[in-house]
């Protein structure tokens, strides 16, 4: 998915006159998901050899916000859910108060609306669990976010915490042994970053997996709904391009792009196969859904 946002960037810059290898020189790089990288490679680009530096996640928003606090490189940072909660300058009381320097937008993913569609699928789901790391503030978001839209559907939220990757298939069999009838991945990079290992360890207890983060579309969750990453990178290379324009960042509001990119749904039939409770997807979700997989292959609606 972040890929996906990337990908969107590049074209946005393009879109507006910033090609690589021809009016730009765009350089990439990936910390795979690992800290000590991802600040080494904050404090190499923000040491005002480029002109602008563009980050795509929270964590990355974060390692180059702190090692970038001099203003060295105009940074601007999309594919972040909540940037309010990563402690980088941001007032949520007033998008306009914000570093010189910094600017971006943010992308809410629907977490209530998840919930309910897994209840719509088993109306008798009482439990659902999800494994998350407390080191990310994005993912405390979106946990909490969790904690609240659980109750009003009758459901119980078992959570289990772990503090890297190597953990997380312990938690997953932790919270079906406590009785998780679903799996829920939210925007936790860790917990998704290895979510093949997530469906598998949940595919052995028959127990169904869904997320926030549509990506391949028969990787096993039963349905993701999330948002457009790439045209929410798109929006994002945009917004760079303005930058690199010469726009006055302070006069440019930390902005929320749930009303301009929209919405992303995939529901995988197949994986609805072998699981211990009668999940169903009844008819007007399959008729929502943009991307449907059964047993004929995958079927892409919104295209």
């Known amino acids: 998915m972040l ?6 960037m590049i074209d946005g810059l393009a879109e507006k006159g910033y090609r690589d290898g021809e009016t730009a020189d765009i350089t990439t790089y990936n910390a795979q998901g690992d800290l000590p990288t991802a600040n080494a490679i904050a404090r190499e680009i923000t040491d005002g050899r480029f002109d602008l530096v563009i980050t795509s996640s929270t964590p990355s928003l974060q390692v180059v916000a702190n090692a970038n606090e001099a203003g060295r490189a105009k940074h601007v940072f ?14 949520r009381s007033d ?19 998840a919930f309910r569609v897994a209840k719509r699928m088993w109306p008798g789901l009482t439990k659902i669990g999800v494994a998350w790391n407390p ?9 909490g976010k969790a904690r609240e839209a659980a109750p009003e559907l009758g459901i119980e939220l078992l959570e289990a915490q772990v503090e890297n990757t190597s953990g997380v298939t312990e938690a997953i069999h932790s ?45 096993g969750t039963i349905f993701d709904l999330g948002m457009d990453f790439y045209e929410a990178g798109r929006q994002t290379g945009r ?6 324009g010469g726009a006055d960042l ?33 008819d007007d979700l399959l008729r929502q859904a943009d991307v449907v997989v059964d047993g004929k292959g995958i079927h892409n609606r919104d295209r």
């Open 3 to 8: 890929d996906e946002g990337v990908r969107g």
């Open 135 to 143: 080191a990310e503030p994005n993912s405390r978001m979106f946990v």
């Open 95 to 113: 998008p306009l108060r914000h570093p010189p320097h910094l600017v971006g937008q943010s992308i809410m993913l629907p977490v209530g609306d």
């Open 78 to 91: 999309g594919i972040v859910a909540d940037p309010y909660v990563a402690d980088v300058g941001l007032d």
């Open 239 to 244: 917004l760079a391009a303005d930058a690199l």
């Open 250 to 282: 302070t006069a440019i509001p930390i902005r929320d792009l749930a009303d301009v990119v929209r919405r992303r749904f995939l529901i995988n039939l197949k994986a609805l196969q072998g699981l211990k409770d009668p999940w169903h997807v009844p």
């Open 175 to 219: 919270v079906i042994g406590r009785g998780a009838q679903a799996i829920w991945v939210g925007g936790d990079n860790t917990i998704s970053s290895v979510i093949d290992s997530v469906v598998a360890t949940a595919r052995q207890a028959r127990t169904p997996v869904f997320s926030l983060l549509p990506g391949k579309a028969d990787r």
